[in-house]
Every structure is written in structure tokens, then in C-alpha cells.
């Protein structure tokens, strides 16, 4: 080629979109350590750590629980092509881009995909889920935990109780809330659950935890079909990592190395502790941007901690205050997606990023953005903010 | 959890097996450079300045050029899920693991697959392709071109001919050739191909570089039913990786780091003094092992440079002798797969691992551990190596 490029050496960003979200340190350190081989019986200690201290950030004792070698969307596609055969019928809550995503995913597996459609920017009501299933017998209930596309948190049991009515496992997208708020797939009573590096954890992107209960293994080991897709298969996956250590495919060594720090961050810092950090530092953002004259998006009841949606304000043009954002405040928020496409703000406060120096940044910079472009805000926000630091 | 597991810190081991490979410095370095957003603007640039040097290092001028967000295995899969349509007509080459792997992916995949069976350890004859296929059309023609679990370098022009004659697209494994020999998809008229990072090109595995030709991408786009992988759907991560940048999954920002910093130290030493290095130090590691009285498993005419396959002597344990390896002087080989179990080992110079004080290190070790197992090799091979490196 005519030009070589020169090393990278990026700008450091404050992350505050809906992931990636800021690495730690010691992250860093250990996604560049000494690469070892993925049969070396110290990388096999390293497996058995992660997903020891995986279990204990997703709340589980599931002996199926480990990280995929893909980000987010492989874990959602390795929980739906395992558990899925042709013919299954699946019932999908969509209220946001990873539903709609998982019903696309679980019609190319094959299922008989019944929609609950629901608005966006609002959790789903557990009723819908039961008029749209019309009291069928279902294979599989699938729901979005914490939808990282309109900052919505979704209440669990009501919806693990459809799933029993149905007879039907019960999968979670626990993308944006593992690592950032108390997740208890046991308690919850979930069959299958995904989540991805780069949200709470803050670890960068490319692996994705997935865990299965006893129930879903059952109906992987029962399947009478060859899972479709051979990099996701589970059953041969989980010998790998269990205690075959059969050869499948090369682990993604040094990123296994950086979840190994990212879960030993979170269970240092403690789950509840973590939960606490990024519900207060949301709850002050959020009280800054209402000072300033913004809108969240969700009702308070059903708002996502680690994700705040707020509206763009008439008149705001939404890219050019993100590229203001960008340019002269190295920080990154998210726009809209779907109908909230260009009229909605996403404001990520993930894992190290949950901290009162971002909130702060992010309010000034926010007036700043905005009053360049000719609609000031009544305030900056930040006493606002400092009032909820003060209690 | 009871105890928190301790931050790592891996043994720095001299890695060659089949993969990982070791890892520069520098590439190291970049995969903990600061995280950049996925659509932030800086980003963008990186992407693009990759997929050109993808393409400089795979010799294509292909268009949909781009890494994948998983291993080597997860490229195969992209390939074949791709280009396969339910019923399509499959012609695979078999003579390692890997083709026995495509066998099953694109059974997946839905295609009538026929297998050309091939002796282990040995090129595969174009002839068996042709009797195998019997006069049929075929959709797909798959071979692989350096088979990383036998050590064998498949020549490429005379499976092309096979292809032409069937009417055929030519879909090729180049695991473990590109980044350690010239690749030159488009002279040689391959239409999909899929490489690793971990081996030649020297960066920690986790992606997946992928090249489909204007055929392929034709074939894509004419596609009447849905790709059956929504996460490795090339229709959609086309659409991010060019001009539009639809969003699809986040990608592995860091590890697209370190590939962008091994594509560059490619580059930079060249392509055909790339692969004039991994010629020159296997020539040497052979000349070392047969002085010992070793025997290579593989024809020197089909030899694959990067991949030395040699026979475990009579009476010499394997598993012992790699054992002792990795105790002893902190290196990995690898053992053989399928028939090659426990009669084989593998010995990786990829990288920045092959290199004359690799080539010592392994003849001396190996010397080492066979004599500690009572099978004192008649010499330690080292001079006969010098005398390749002396010309």
C-alpha cells in the first residue's frame, strides 16, 4: 500500500454513551499482560476464576456460566440458537432496539416468534405479554432487562410468572445492568441470561457472559437438532470450559484477562455497594438536567440507573451539540435510536464512569453545548446535582 | 464469594504451539490504549486505515474487507453462513481439523456437503476434488490453506481450476498463512477467505480478518432467505464498516487496536521478507530436529513454514515431554490432533516467534526433556541449525 499508517495513539474520551464505557486502569494493565496458551493449566485457572467470580456479579451457582468470545449481541444469539430448534414457539417483550433485536435473531433460528410490543421509553407491563401469548403454551420468554436503547429497567418476577403460566423458560438481556446494579438470576428464577464486557463492567468490548440454569442445559442436552451455528454451540462450548477442557476454539486470551479484573473490581467494590455508587450518581445527573430545563424520558419508577435517556429539547439540534460534546470536551454522550432517533440523549454513568467528576463534566459541558448553539439552558445544573451529593 | 481472586500475572511463556503466537511489544501497548466510542469520528479512521492494510496484507482489493468480532473459528462460520443457502451444493477438502470443521459448519449452514477426503499430513490432491464432486455443479468449493493441525500448505492455483470447472465460488482457510506467507486472494481468484490474529500476524486471538470478493458480495446480496447468524450477517456489518456505519454490535475497539498495530509491523518488514523469515527459521528448526533424529511428519515440498509438524519418537511420551517444555523452560509446542494424538507434535514459529532464538530454545528444550525421559536425542540439533542460518 503507499502509506503505512503510524501507530494509534487515540484520544482519551469520557465515556459517557451507552458503552463502551471508561476502563479502568488496572483493566488496561491486564489486557496487555504476558499472552498464555488457551490449554496452559494457568490459563485454565484463569477460566475457572472468571467464571467463579462470574457467578457471584450475575447472582447465580449455574455450572453453565461462562464468558462467549463475541460482545453483547453474540451472547444474545448463543442464548437463543442454543435453546431454539425449528418450530419453537417464543414469546418476545418489545419495548426497545434489543427486543426487536432478539425477535429477529430467534426468527433466523427458526421459532415461531409472538411479539408484545410495547412503548419505547416504558417498561413492559407483564400483561401484554399475557394477551399476546392467548394462553398458548410457549417454549421460550424472552425480555430485556435493562434496555440500553431508552433507559428502561424492567421488573423481573411479574414477568418470570407469565413465563410459569406459560410453561415456558424464561431468557433475560442483562446487558446494561450485570456489574452495575444487583442481578439474581437464581432468586429471579431465569433459564438463560447475557450480558456484555463494555457497560458496568467497564472492560472494553468483545466477550459477552452468558450463564444457562440446570433447566436450560437439560433442554440444550435434549435437543434433537444440531445447534446452528457451530461458534456458539454450548454443548461443545461447556466442555472447553468445564472439566474436559476439550480444544474448540482459541479463547480470546488477553480480553479473559481483562474480565478477570473488571468482575475483581466489581465483587471488591461489593454488588450493592456498586448498585448504590451508580444509582446515586444517576440520581444527581438526573437532577442536574431537570434544573437545566431537561426531560427525562422515563418515568422515575422504571428509569435505568447505569443509562439516562433524556429528551432533546425543540429547537436542539442533537448532533451538533453531541459533536460539540466531542470536540471541545472530549466526552461522548449517545443519541436516539428507533423513534428516538434525533430527539433523545443517552447518558451512560457505567462502571468506573458512575462518579461525580462525570456528572459534573457532563452538565457544564452539556450548558456549554447547548448555549453555542444559540438555546442556553436556564441553569448548568450542577448545584442542582451537588444538592443530591449533600443528602 | 468466599475470597476474591488476586489481579493476574501470567508466566511470560515462549509460545510455539499452533497458536497464540507471541505478541510484539507494541501490539501489546496499543491493546490498552485508551477505548474509543464505536462511532466516535477518531474511531472511524482506524477502522478504515485497518481494513486497508487488512486488505494489503490478504492481496485484495476486495471491498468487504473488514476483521470479525471473534476467533478464526467465527470467520469460517462467517464465510460459510454467508454465502450458504439451505440446499446448496458444498465441496470440502478434508485433510486436518479444520476442514473437517467446515464440514460441520456448512452442514449447519443447511448445504449438501460432499467431503474430499485426503491422508492427514499431506496436501490435498486437486484430483480427489474432482472425482468427489463427479461432473456436478457445486455452489462452494473449501480448502484450506495451511492446515494448522497437520503442518501441511495446500497449493492454491490448482483447486481454483477445480472450482472453475464446477462453476463454483472458492472459499479458503488462511489461518495460519496470512501475516507469515504472501496471500494473494485476488490473483489467485478466491472469492471468501478468513485468517486469525493470533498466528502469523502476531496480536492475541479475539478477531477474525474476513475478505469476501465482488462475486461473494454479489452472491450475498442476491440471497433470497436470511443469513442464519444474525451476530456474523455480513449484510449488516458491511453497512457498519462502510460509509453508512449503521450501528450492528459495538465492536472490540481494543482488540481492533492491536490488530491495527500487527497489520503495521507487517507492513513494515514486508510481505515477501515476512515470509523469507518464516522460511529461513523453519528451514532451520527442521535441519535442528532431524539432526536429532527426529522425522517431520510432512513432505518438504508441502511443508507450511509457520507450522513445523515432527513425529514423537517411539517410546518418548508426549504428554510428558510437553510437560516437562512448559515446567522447565517456559514453553508451549502443541500435540497433534485426530490421528495425529499423541504421535505428533506442533511447533509454531509465527510472529515475532519465529526467529533464531526460538529455534535454539525449542532444539535445546527439547534435547532436555527427551533425555529427563530417558530418550537422549544423538544430538541437540543446534549445529545443524547454525549451519542453515551460515548459509
Request: hydrophobic fraction near 40%.
Given at each position: ?50 467464571r ?44 426497545g ?16 416468534v ?19 401469548a ?11 432487562h ?7 429497567l ?8 407469565v ?29 438463560a ?112 440507573p ?32 428507533g ?39 436556564r ?13
Amino acid at each position: 500500500m503507499s502509506q503505512i499508517p503510524k501507530s494509534l495513539s487515540p484520544t482519551t474520551r469520557v465515556l459517557m454513551g451507552p458503552g463502551p464505557s471508561p476502563t479502568a486502569p488496572s483493566v488496561y494493565e491486564a489486557l496487555s499482560k504476558p499472552t498464555l496458551g488457551h490449554l496452559d493449566p494457568e490459563f485454565l485457572v484463569v477460566m475457572d476464576e472468571v467464571r467463579e467470580m462470574q457467578r457471584a456479579v450475575m447472582g447465580t451457582e449455574n455450572e453453565l456460566t461462562m464468558p462467549m468470545s463475541g460482545t453483547g449481541s453474540a451472547g444474545m444469539e448463543t442464548c437463543l440458537v442454543n435453546l431454539i430448534q425449528p418450530g419453537d414457539k417464543v414469546l418476545v417483550g418489545v419495548n426497545g432496539v434489543f427486543g426487536t433485536r432478539m425477535v429477529d435473531v430467534a426468527r433466523r433460528a427458526g421459532a415461531i416468534v409472538t411479539e408484545a410490543q410495547s412503548e419505547w421509553g416504558r417498561a413492559l407491563d407483564p400483561e401484554l405479554l399475557r394477551e399476546a401469548a392467548d394462553g398458548k403454551q410457549h417454549h421460550l420468554v424472552c425480555v430485556v432487562h435493562a434496555e440500553t436503547s431508552t433507559g428502561v429497567l424492567q421488573e423481573v418476577a411479574p414477568v418470570r410468572e407469565v413465563a410459569d403460566e406459560l410453561g415456558a423458560m424464561f431468557l433475560l438481556d442483562c446487558v446494561t445492568s450485570v456489574g452495575g446494579l444487583r442481578v439474581s438470576l437464581d432468586e429471579w428464577g431465569v433459564d438463560a441470561a447475557y450480558s456484555g464486557t463494555q457497560k458496568c463492567l467497564g472492560c472494553p468490548p468483545g466477550l459477552s457472559p452468558v450463564s444457562f440454569s440446570a433447566r436450560a442445559h437439560a433442554a440444550l442436552d435434549a435437543r434433537t437438532e444440531a445447534v446452528q451455528s457451530w461458534y456458539l454451540d454450548l454443548s461443545m462450548i461447556a466442555n472447553y470450559w468445564g472439566s474436559e477442557r476439550a480444544y474448540h476454539h482459541t479463547a480470546p486470551i488477553n480480553m479473559i484477562y481483562g474480565l478477570h479484573e473488571a468482575l475483581r473490581l466489581v465483587l471488591e467494590e461489593g454488588i450493592d455497594e456498586r448498585e448504590a455508587r451508580h444509582r446515586l450518581h444517576a440520581g444527581a445527573l438526573v437532577a442536574g438536567l431537570e434544573a437545566m430545563g431537561l426531560s427525562p424520558r422515563v418515568p422515575e419508577a422504571e428509569r435505568l440507573p447505569p443509562l439516562t435517556a433524556v429528551s432533546v429539547p425543540d429547537g436542539v439540534d442533537d448532533a451538533a451539540v453531541r459533536a460539540h460534546l466531542l470536540d471541545h470536551h472530549n466526552l461522548e454522550i449517545g443519541g436516539g435510536l428507533g423513534p428516538m432517533k434525533g430527539n433523545t440523549w443517552r447518558i451512560g454513568l457505567m462502571g468506573a464512569g458512575a462518579c461525580r467528576e462525570n456528572v459534573d463534566l457532563c452538565l457544564r459541558a452539556l450548558h456549554d453545548a447547548m448555549t453555542a448553539q444559540g438555546s442556553a439552558p436556564r441553569s448548568d445544573g450542577v448545584e442542582a446535582a451537588q444538592a443530591v451529593y449533600a443528602g
